[in-house]
Nanobody
Framework: QVQLVESGGGLVQPGGSLRLSCAAS????????MGWYRQAPGKQRELVAV???????TYADSVKGRVTISRDILKNTAYLQMNSLKPEDTAVYYC???????????????WGQGTQVTVSS
């Protein structure tokens, strides 16, 4: 099995910054994409950013220029650096990874439990 553990959420003032981390552990053979999604109260979960094993990144229009996704392949960890945070960035942020488990031929998508980000003065 695979576990994804997020950390780094919290309360920040508008204009502030946060860095989220997502560490994957378990019987991991390889990870293709890792990503961050968020869900605000009363809204659907939406993509924030994803990064492939080759380093290609994709961002939601709402966060472009303010957010950077990165990953450490050796540590099976992804990061989300968020700057110039706005109240509308308030949400639970979920980590996502497409993982091939050792001994299996096909990948599976795993989710973390989520970490709360609140942007408020």
């Amino acid at each position: 099995q695979v576990q994804l553990v997020e950390s780094g959420g919290g309360l920040v003032q508008p204009g502030g910054s946060l860095r989220l981390s997502c560490a994957a552990s378990g019987s991991i053979f390889s990870i293709s994409t890792m990503g961050w999604y968020r869900q605000a109260p009363g809204k659907q979960r939406e993509l924030v950013a994803v990064i492939t094993s080759g380093g290609t990144t994709t961002y939601a229009d709402s966060v472009k220029g303010r957010v950077t996704i990165s990953r450490d392949i050796l540590k099976n960890t992804a990061y989300l650096q968020m700057n110039s945070l706005k109240p509308e960035d308030t949400a639970v942020y979920y980590c996502n990874a497409v993982v091939t488990i050792t001994g299996r031929a096909y990948p599976w998508t795993y989710w973390g439990q989520g970490t709360q980000v609140t942007v408020s003065s």
